[in-house]
């Protein structure tokens, strides 16, 4: 049975990612959709402007941060425990922070591989279970978890991240068949090239050449077209009608396209259609960066 639409009005999210790019997007479209907010980030003074800017606009909505590094598993769990300790339910759980790591996979250490899944899949998974075992997010609640156009494809140079994305896409559709007999929707969310922070906060791995990463930082941001406000829309409308999975710009949705109709050929099809964009997919090379 189809689970209704979901109601903005009265509820509440924990969004991570908060201070930047989509989340913060989403967090001023929740917040102007009456949803009390609880906003995640590890940086702390963006996170509080954002947080600001919507007290200002919204003075009678509750508005919670919290400054959290997701890579720290300690940490994750201990900020469930503060949000079920102070907030009576939580209705949305978006799960929308994420890092990525370019460069070829025997380039890449195995810390570095590892920080990467700690942030883009365990902290996920994590916050799901610790919210939906604590009866904090139940039947009429929705869980958004924020995958990628490299869930979809997983081309040279993005292995750390398209595992992370891969293993998210996975771990949603598990989890949103497992729990609509519960009356609780789960969208998995593939965003393209949205304009994000995610090359100008680029960082670069130690075994980086500086020019390297510039190059590819450069490369990389040239395909961060489409607005992030526009990505925050289509994501909450499709958690209002209660999609399973959403495509989020036409950079995403050719490429998916691709991969159904070329499962094991698409690279090679997209470098003769796009050579120029292939070459780019692996657009941070050795650089590290954050959305």
């Known amino acids: 049975m189809p689970l209704p639409p979901f109601e903005f009005a009265g ?9 930047s790019g989509m989340g913060e997007q989403m967090a001023y479209q929740l917040a102007a959709r009456g949803t009390a907010l609880v906003l995640v980030d590890r940086d702390a003074d963006r996170l509080a402007a954002v947080a600001g800017r919507i007290r200002q606009e919204h003075p009678d909505l509750e508005v919670r941060t919290e400054v959290v ?5 300690a940490a994750v769990d201990a900020l469930v425990e503060r949000v079920v300790a102070a907030v009576p339910s939580v209705e949305l759980l978006v799960n929308n922070a994420g890092v990525a790591l370019g460069g070829a996979f025997l380039d890449l250490t ?20 610790g919210f939906l075992a604590s009866g904090a997010l139940g039947p009429g ?20 991240y398209s595992a ?41 791995a130690a075994s980086a050449e500086p020019e390297e990463a510039e190059r590819g930082k450069a490369a990389f941001e ?13 994501i909450l409308d499709a958690v209002q009608r209660r999609r399973g999975r959403v495509l ?3 950079s995403a949705v050719a490429p998916d396209l691709l991969a159904r109709l070329a499962p094991s050929r698409y690279m090679r099809v997209l470098a003769l259609l796009t050579p120029r964009a292939a070459r780019q997919a692996g657009g941070l090379g050795r650089a590290r960066a954050r959305r």
């Open 11 to 19: 509820a509440r999210a924990v969004l991570t990612g908060a201070a």
């Open 69 to 73: 590094d997701l890579a720290d598993a």
């Open 110 to 129: 195995a810390e570095e591989f590892d920080w990467v899944q700690a942030i883009n899949f365990r902290a996920p998974v994590a916050l799901c279970r």
């Open 141 to 160: 609640g929705h869980v958004v978890n924020v995958s990628s156009l490299f869930g979809l494809i997983g081309p040279p140079g993005q292995s750390a």
């Open 164 to 204: 992370s994305k891969f293993a998210l896409r996975g771990f949603s559709e598990v989890l949103r068949h497992e729990l609509a007999p519960l009356g609780t929707g789960v969208t998995v969310v593939h965003p393209g090239g949205i304009r994000t922070r995610i090359a100008e906060s680029a960082r670069v």
């Open 222 to 234: 040239k395909l961060l077209t489409y607005p992030a406000d526009r990505a925050a829309t289509v």
């Open 248 to 250: 989020v710009a036409f």
